[in-house]
């Protein structure tokens, strides 16, 4: 495979002075399976991007339809077979299942022949998987993307030329796609100050005023309304949004606690799929850190007003990177722009392979294996430096 192939020529003498002729080259890692996720019909989908970058490492792709968007799913499968057949492609290059159990899933994740697995979904769903895959007798690399509640942290300085603006655009975010995005910010960081007194009440004010659209499935909206029901009924929160929906979406919703309860209830971590947030009141640069510690992996880490280079914003910002995938310093994290430089994925449980990204150009590297060739012939090594894969 053409792909990050690195040459050693080889050095006369034996080692460590000298070395033998190393080719370092990356192969296909087999079939793989990739089951769609719910939020994203096209673009974590049949031809979404986990399909783009396995195909494109030399890996045939069976692509697992989400029954949330099944017609869908058939239609754009249908329409890359005839694609498939107009180019004299192998048929198997990319198959189709659906409609299928959770032991279907298991067995098709277990299956001989499947040489990595992509999943985007609940945590529940993708730790099942993800066991199935380990347990297998021959382990294959799971690549599963299971959620993220994304917090974002509002330092005094990100205030200082007001709260309104900042907190109309914090509110488009949460709401955005009726908040079914992955990298939706869910968990906010507020110090316990004036300031922040008048910033969560222009949110609660701005994101009030939205009216998402319906969710994409009746189990999405189920799941919405219970996880908000849990957070109105727990102890320690502050309901600041209850207004009833108004039309065929569900209201958004926006709570309120203090730091100390919410960094030791694990039950306030978890994420809320959908146009909700936690606003969590802090008093001390100590309390974001430990906060960050608290909700552990996570996609996105957002820091607002860290611009200015202080042992509180280094010891903020070391704090974000050790949980964070992509650490965002402005604008909101609901959009994940297609680049070199893109990660998009972050510690347990936000991912289960953190060191690897599902969006982005490096992205063909999760279905990639390395392999060494030593004093390879010359034939060998143009096949692998610029040949087809293999």
Not at 16 to 30: D, F, K, Q, Y
Not at 106 to 127: D, E, I, K, M, N
Not at 231 to 246: C, E, M, R, W, Y
Not at 265 to 286: K, N, T, Y
Request: hydrophobic share 45%; glycine share 12%.
């Amino acid at each position: 495979m053409p792909y990050r192939t690195i040459d050693d020529p080889a050095v006369a003498g034996a080692p460590p002075a000298g070395r033998p002729h190393l080719t370092r080259v990356l192969i296909p890692l087999g079939p793989v399976a990739m089951f769609s996720a719910s939020n994203f019909p096209f673009a974590f989908s049949v031809l979404g991007g986990d399909t783009a970058s396995a195909l494109a490492a030399g890996c045939p792709v069976i692509v697992k339809a989400h029954s949330g968007h099944a017609a869908i799913s058939r239609k754009v499968f249908e329409i890359a077979a005839g694609v498939v057949e107009q180019q004299k492609l192998p048929a198997g290059v990319l198959t189709f299942v659906e409609n299928t159990s959770r032991e279907g899933n298991a067995y098709l994740v277990q299956h001989p022949y499947v040489g990595a697995v992509a999943f985007t979904g609940s945590y529940q769903g993708g730790v099942a998987l993800w066991r199935a895959a380990n347990g297998r007798p021959r382990p294959v690399p799971f690549y599963g993307e299971l959620g993220s509640v994304n917090p974002l942290v509002v330092l005094p300085d990100a205030l200082s030329d007001g709260e309104a603006e900042p907190a109309q655009a914090l509110a488009a975010s949460i709401a955005l796609g009726c908040g079914q995005f992955c990298t939706s910010p869910g968990i906010i960081c507020v110090f316990n100050d004036a300031a922040g007194d008048r910033f969560v009440a222009e949110l609660a004010t701005a994101l009030g005023r939205q009216t998402p659209h319906r969710m994409l499935t009746d189990g999405v909206r189920r799941a919405y309304d219970d996880g908000v029901e849990r957070l109105a009924a727990h102890a320690g929160t502050k309901v600041l949004i209850a207004q009833p929906a108004t039309g065929a979406g569900p209201a958004p919703r926006l709570f309120e606690v203090q730091a100390d309860t919410f960094i030791s209830d694990a039950g306030l971590h978890e994420e809320v799929f959908g146009p909700a947030a936690v606003v969590v009141r802090v008093r001390s640069v100590e309390q974001v850190i430990r906060l960050l510690a608290a909700v552990e992996g996570s996609l996105t880490v957002t820091l607002w007003g860290a611009g200015a280079d202080t042992r509180d914003n280094r010891a903020i910002v070391h704090a974000a990177e050790q949980i964070g995938g992509r650490v965002l310093f402005g604008g909101v994290p609901t959009g994940v722009a297609v680049t070199h430089a893109q990660h998009h994925g972050g510690p347990w449980p936000a991912s289960t392979s953190p060191q690897t990204t599902s969006v982005g150009y490096a992205a063909i590297e999760r279905f990639l294996r390395p392999v060494a060739l030593q004093d390879a012939p010359a034939w060998l090594i143009a096949a692998r430096s610029g040949g087809a894969p293999s």
